[in-house]
């Protein structure tokens, strides 16, 4: 199910009005435009594709979540349009549909769990799209299964009564267990210690096997270059970059520029190239950078 | 106020223990000292006590068993709470839950307002800690409206103002994007340059490798203790801590698996330098 | 985004240089003021020096109006209230039992102008007054009721974190909104039409969300060592001067003109 952002521009101090939602295309808007500082999206013009794994990076400030936040009709473009599975999601009932299609994933969504028991919080999201209960009773095994809970154990329990870690993963069920298609994740590891952070990256790799499309965002390079099949770029609130890991890292100056840098083994194999060294192209992660960094060593040697 | 009895050994942990719940030790039996002028890490997965070790050195917890003296002083002597306090400053991981106010200069002072330091001077400790922090002139701008490295900044400004002589950041980086998480390194590297003692709870080791100390802590115990020259490279101890080595030390680690004779380092810098040699004396 | 009341317009305009004290003194004289205006002439004249006061303090005037925000809502309550039952005079239509006449519109009107511009005066106060120097003026003024048992210092304190915080829970309320929408929660129609359930995935985080902010905060101010007002100093201690003199003058011009009108004929 594809998501096709078409030159969407975004001013939260113009933003989109429900009443041109009726021809479906959004018109111009009136009276004078919004200055230039004003916009939080500027011309983002691309298409999730069906079963990609694509991230976002971008310092604070610098649009992201403003831009996830289009993909499920919370906010609506002032000018350009979003399309869900070709819809325009300006118009009601398509957002709505959108919503049950795109799971979206806050940050530090443990902050949002309410319910009195793991059980009702995950089901909350099945039940508000008007499911029967022995449905909602199997989105809800099913949900918990994906994020490695045991239902017996959990489901019962209050989630504020769980550690941590196990908070966020009810919260990631509360969203799996809407049966989406396309996962919206805003920095789904922040605040976690590296052993938690592979555990739920882990998760998150094992959504996108199941056949989900994934949108991370991210200030983790590394994490970003191991895992996605295509990278966005942003830049107070434009595209600066768009492109496979490869070609995005190959601009390490332009990443630098906007605080962000270049995976810590790209990093040291293009500070390597610039030092004389005969290294190949394309992305290094740690193993690829030390095999061939052995096999010049070895040549040199022999 | 009391006097220290040791001036050069600024916090004394001695066998200290110390649990929530009466049964679980979150810390269980700490020996550190740290000395004048030191920067140590402190590193551990979630659950290791690196917080609730913090909280110890500012008298915000007490221990249940063991000692803990600061400056000589001991946290759980009342009169000296104070002047522990002022001299341990402490800033927390949440950007948003250690302002008081609405405005910088506000917030700055709340500090020495609290340890009532006149007003004539009051005034000047606000300008200099904002300037120590990189922030000349926010005075008057609103806490509500800067972005979350500021903050912490803002938060390490207010603990200056009360002029300690220990700065202690409780995974202080940890909401932090990179751009804020490397000015904030930059203004404790700079602080520890003029000669505060800096403590800093981490789980980022970038943010170790600066140091001149690291002690790695698992289930309230130290586990590892030393520069971080030793320690960082224990790669795969580290792991077993819920921990990740820095990249150098695990690109060193891959290159010596493949038969590359280098050593481990802990800087980037250093490995480049290294594999340059090496690689270029054909 | 969400209109908050009155925050703070950094400026250094003599309105914003005022002694805060004086300040809620005399927006509360202007209060009086304005209620003692029984004519649109006494209006008007308050609606002058109400205007005059923000050209004094440079804040647009929209940005009044955009900061009173929601707060219009009472206003144009009021007014209908006043609409529709208050009668006299030609009666211009009828509905029913309801009906709509030349009284009840003049009530109307007069009652929207004059909640207005106690708004507006009210949002004067906050605009160019800091929250911060806000609770110490109310500290001061309660100060001689410590001796009753009153916890003046304890009070603002609360008073002074709670603004602080105002703005941290509107943004917070609205990711939590966001994120329960997009879990397909429908607040749009009415909020109660899902039953507590709706309500509590907004109040529950929220709450819990405040409870996580007082803990470390509290840890926060003890290990700044905060214990209580004694013994305290200021940055910026109070001192009256002679603008708020000068400003007591021009408020009491402004009662004076206020009363005067009151003896022009309708």
């Given at each position: 199910m594809p998501i096709a952002f078409e030159d969407v521009s975004f001013s939260y101090h113009a933003p989109a009005t429900k009443k041109r939602a009726k021809k479906g295309v959004s018109a111009a808007r009136k009276g004078a435009p919004p200055p230039p500082e004003a916009w939080a999206l500027k011309d983002i013009d691309f298409c999730l594709e069906d079963g990609e794994f694509f991230g976002i990076a971008g310092h604070t400030g610098s649009g992201k979540s403003t831009l996830i936040q289009h993909t499920n009709g919370l906010l609506h473009p002032t000018v350009g349009r979003v399309l869900v599975d070709g819809q325009d999601i300006l118009d009601k009932k398509e957002a709505t549909r959108a919503r049950s299609k795109v799971g979206l994933v806050f940050q530090?969504?443990?902050?949002q769990l309410f319910a009195a028991t793991v059980y009702d919080d995950v089901a909350f999201g099945p039940r508000n799209m008007g499911l029967a209960p022995d449905a909602v009773d199997a989105c809800v095994h099913e949900a918990l299964a994906q994020v490695a809970l045991d239902f017996d154990t959990v489901q019962g329990r209050s989630p504020f009564e769980l550690s941590g870690g196990q908070q966020r993963r009810v919260a990631f069920a509360g969203v799996l267990a809407m049966k989406p298609s396309v996962l919206v994740l805003d920095e789904p590891v922040a605040g976690l210690d590296p052993a938690a952070r592979r555990d739920f990256l882990g998760l998150i790799t094992g959504f996108h096997d199941e056949g989900l499309t994934v949108v991370i965002v991210s200030h983790n390079m590394d994490d970003l270059a191991r895992l996605c099949d295509r990278i966005l770029v942003l830049k107070e609130g434009e595209m600066l970059m768009l492109g496979t890991p490869e070609e995005v890292f190959s601009h390490e100056g332009a990443l630098r520029e906007v605080g962000l840098g270049v995976p810590a083994a790209q990093r040291m194999a293009n500070s390597l190239k610039g030092a004389g060294l005969d290294l190949e192209g394309g992305l290094y992660d740690t193993a690829r950078l030390a095999d061939s960094l052995a096999a010049l060593y070895h040549a040199a040697v022999r | 106020m009391t006097a220290a009895?040791?001036?050069?050994?600024?916090i004394d942990f001695e066998a200290t223990g110390f649990t929530y719940d009466g049964e679980a030790f979150v810390l269980d039996g700490i020996d550190l000292v740290v000395e004048e002028g030191s920067f140590v890490c402190i590193l551990g997965g979630n659950g290791s006590g690196k917080s609730t070790l913090a909280k110890h050195i500012n008298a915000l917890l007490l221990p249940d068993e063991g000692r803990v003296a600061v400056f000589g002083a001991d946290t759980r002597d009342e009169r000296s709470v104070y002047f522990i306090r002022s001299n341990a400053g402490m800033v927390f991981q949440n950007p948003d839950d250690q302002l008081v106010a609405s405005l910088i200069e506000n917030d700055v002072a709340f500090g020495p307002e609290n340890l009532g330091v006149p007003t004539d001077k009051m005034r000047q400790r606000v300008t200099e800690a904002l300037a120590q922090v990189g922030?000349?002139?926010?005075?008057?701008?609103?806490?509500?409206?800067?972005s979350g490295g500021q903050k912490q900044r803002v938060a390490i400004a207010g603990v200056l103002a009360m002029d300690p002589r220990i700065l202690i950041l409780d995974e202080a980086s940890a909401m932090l994007d990179p751009r804020g998480r490397r000015g904030l390194l930059r203004v404790c590297c700079e602080l520890n340059a003029q000669g505060m003692t800096i403590v800093m709870i981490t789980h980022f080791m970038e943010e170790a490798s600066l140091a001149d100390r690291v002690v790695v802590l698992d289930a309230g115990r130290i586990a590892l203790d030393g520069v971080p020259s030793k320690v960082l490279t224990q790669t795969e101890q580290l792991a077993g801590l819920n921990l990740q080595a820095p990249f150098a030390c695990r690109l060193s680690g891959e290159l010596q698996r493949r038969g590359v004779p280098v050593a481990t380092h802990v800087s980037e810098d250093d490995l480049k330098e290294e594999l340059c040699r090496l690689l270029s004396k054909t | 985004m969400i209109a908050i009341f009155g925050r703070y317009w950094p400026g250094t305009s003599p309105l914003h240089r005022m002694d805060p004290r004086a300040k809620l003194l005399l927006a509360f004289f202007v209060m009086v003021v304005i209620f003692s205006a029984q004519s649109f002439w006494g209006l008007a004249v308050c609606a002058a020096f109400v205007f005059g006061f923000f050209a004094c303090a440079r804040i647009p005037l929209v940005q009044a109006i955009r900061s009173v925000g929601l707060l219009f809502f009472i206003v144009v309550v009021a007014a209908l209230f006043n609409v529709f039952f208050v009668q006299g005079g030609t009666v211009f239509f009828h509905f029913g039992p309801i009906q709509v006449s030349e009284a009840g519109l003049y009530q109307a009107a007069f009652i929207g102008c004059r909640l207005s511009l106690l708004l507006l005066s009210m949002s004067l106060l906050t605009l160019t007054t800091t929250t911060l120097d806000i609770t110490d003026a109310f500290e001061y003024l309660l100060t001689p009721f410590e001796r009753f048992g009153l916890p003046a210092h304890e009070l603002s304190m609360m008073m002074g974190i709670a603004l602080r915080f105002l703005p941290q829970f509107a943004f917070e309320l609205q990711t939590i909104h966001r994120a329960q929408v997009s879990r397909g929660a429908n607040f749009s129609n009415s909020p109660w039409k899902g039953g507590l359930h709706m309500v509590g995935s907004l109040m529950v985080p929220l709450f819990t969300s405040a409870f996580r902010h007082a803990e470390t905060l509290s840890l926060a101010m003890d290990s700044r060592c905060y214990h209580g007002g004694v013994g305290r100093t200021r940055l910026a201690p109070l001192a009256y001067g002679p603008l708020d003199r000068r400003a007591l003058a021009v408020i009491v011009v402004m009662f004076v003109l206020v009363l005067a009108t009151n003896f022009i004929p309708r």
């Open positions: 530090y969504p443990e902050y | 009895a040791t001036e050069d050994i600024h922030l000349q002139g926010f005075e008057k701008r609103e806490t509500h409206a800067l | -």
